[in-house]
């Protein structure tokens, strides 16, 4: 039984207090988990407002399941600013020389729907009552004191001013300051790494796709695959715009491997696609003259060895960023926010204590957030053609790539918020 359903559990200890650094989807999701827990939260965000760029992302069918758990009104903003799909499958397909399907996934009905980022977080961010009060905006954590274990934790920001919290959850993003204070800013563990492969992000109003792809290839999610190369379009808006990432292996285009972004053109993504097929290049043609580029980062090589120390932990991107390859990256960061409000929610009543509500909570999601860090990574080299044994293959690939998505979509999430709780417990 979760802590949240149990009729039998005890009062909220009267100053315990949840500091959650950052609200991107990883905070917000856990900020609607206190709240429908009636736990005291604060979120301290660095921006002026909740924010998300001009882009789309997709939410798999484990994130869905856990955006229920946590709060269903979470499940249902996101489903009405979701768009529709125009079929309910992954399909990708060869861009560069056939045109032909390579492999297709169900994904379930209305399952992996896309959208607008700034339309799912606003529909979010309408959700957290008494934001005047629990929301502070335009604070940048710049330091945590922990004066001894069992005490509250105090949090500096850059701005001179303090806070204190019985517990602090770090969901500061990939270049997150939570992290590199847990882990030292020297280690290479404290940093995101350079994957070799960077990307380009653009908008396209959906007349202009249909134009040039046609209305279903416009209308449903592809992924045109091919050597070191992959594009991936889905529609979102209400089917007024169609989102395009383009993914590159870095063939010495990213000078600067410390850089996260930089200057773009179509005339060089329109080079990277010389010899592709006529798809491909049609919609590299719809995106805009210059666009910025972004380098992507992930945490494989120097992975966190803990997402937890004392009263403070890590959680979505601070505690284990991947590429997007699966997209699988934001769902891992609400089933993070999912535990965590179940452990927060049985703590603050009482049961075992903060520091041992994090480990558990380290303990039930360091092997599966780890595990798709490392799938992702091969997800790309299977888009990209350049698993020597696989290659263009559709029936290989296939073969490769539906266990990696399954594996992601398919987790039993009440077991694992059950074991949590019973480490908790135990
Ligand atoms: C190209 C691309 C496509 C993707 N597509 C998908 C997809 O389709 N599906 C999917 O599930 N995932 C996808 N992802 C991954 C997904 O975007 C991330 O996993 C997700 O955005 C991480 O959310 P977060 O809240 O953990 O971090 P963030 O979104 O980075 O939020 C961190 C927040 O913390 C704030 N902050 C940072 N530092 C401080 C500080 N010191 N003090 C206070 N506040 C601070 C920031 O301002 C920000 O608001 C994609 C990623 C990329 C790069």
């Known amino acids: 039984m979760s802590a949240a359903t149990n009729p039998n559990r005890g009062d909220i200890a009267p100053d315990f207090h949840v500091a959650i650094i950052g609200g991107g989807i990883t905070g917000i999701n856990l900020a609607l988990g206190l709240q429908a827990r009636r736990i005291p939260f604060t979120i301290y965000e660095r921006a002026p407002a909740f924010g998300e760029i001009g882009a789309g992302i997709g939410f798999s069918p484990n994130a869905e399941r856990a955006m229920a758990a946590i709060d269903p009104t979470i499940l249902a903003a996101f489903k009405a600013a979701a768009n529709p799909n125009g079929e309910d499958y992954f399909q990708w397909v060869d861009g560069h020389a056939t045109e032909e399907l ?13 959208g607008l980022r700034s339309d799912i977080l606003d529909a979010w961010a309408s959700l957290v ?61 404290a940093h995101p790494h350079y994957t070799s492969k960077f990307c380009y992000r653009a908008l396209v109003p959906m007349d202009r796709a249909v134009a040039t792809v046609g209305q279903y290839k416009a209308g449903t999610r592809f992924m045109h695959n091919g050597p070191d190369a992959h594009v991936i379009t889905y529609p979102v808006g209400g089917n007024k ?12 285009g990213w000078t600067d491997k410390t850089k996260h972004t930089g200057p773009g053109s179509k005339e060089e993504v329109l080079d990277a696609f010389a010899g592709w097929g006529p798809t491909v290049r049609g919609i590299v043609d719809l995106m805009p003259e210059q666009m910025d580029k972004w380098a992507i980062f992930d945490m494989l090589d120097h992975p966190a060895e803990k997402y937890n120390k004392g009263r403070v932990c890590i959680a979505g991107d601070a505690a284990h960023a991947t590429g997007p390859h699966l997209g699988a990256g ?36 360091y092997e599966r957030t780890q595990a798709v860090v490392k799938m992702t990574r091969r997800a790309c080299l299977l888009f990209h053609w350049q698993v020597e044994e696989v290659g263009n293959d559709g029936v290989k690939f296939g073969r490769e790539i539906a266990p990696m998505f399954l594996k992601v979509w398919e987790c039993d999430q009440e077991k694992m918020v059950e074991e949590a709780l019973a480490k908790l417990e135990g």
């Open 102 to 114: 390579l492999f297709k996934l169900h994904v379930g009905k209305d399952g992996f729907q896309g």
């Open 241 to 252: 715009v169609l989102n395009v990432l383009v993914v590159l292996s870095d063939n010495g």
């Open 129 to 189: 009552k008494n934001p005047t009060s629990t929301v502070q905006f335009g604070k940048t954590l710049a330091s945590i004191e922990s004066p001894s274990p069992n005490s509250a934790v105090t949090l500096h920001f850059t701005d001179g001013t303090t806070a204190t919290a019985s517990v602090v959850i770090g969901c500061d993003g990939i270049r997150s300051r939570v992290r590199q204070l847990l882990l030292g800013e020297s280690s290479p563990a």
């Open 330 to 365: 934001g769902g891992m960061g609400i089933e993070d926010a999912l535990v965590l409000s179940e452990l927060m929610d049985a703590a603050a009543r009482g049961v075992g204590s903060v520091e041992k509500a994090l480990e558990a909570y380290n303990e039930i999601r």
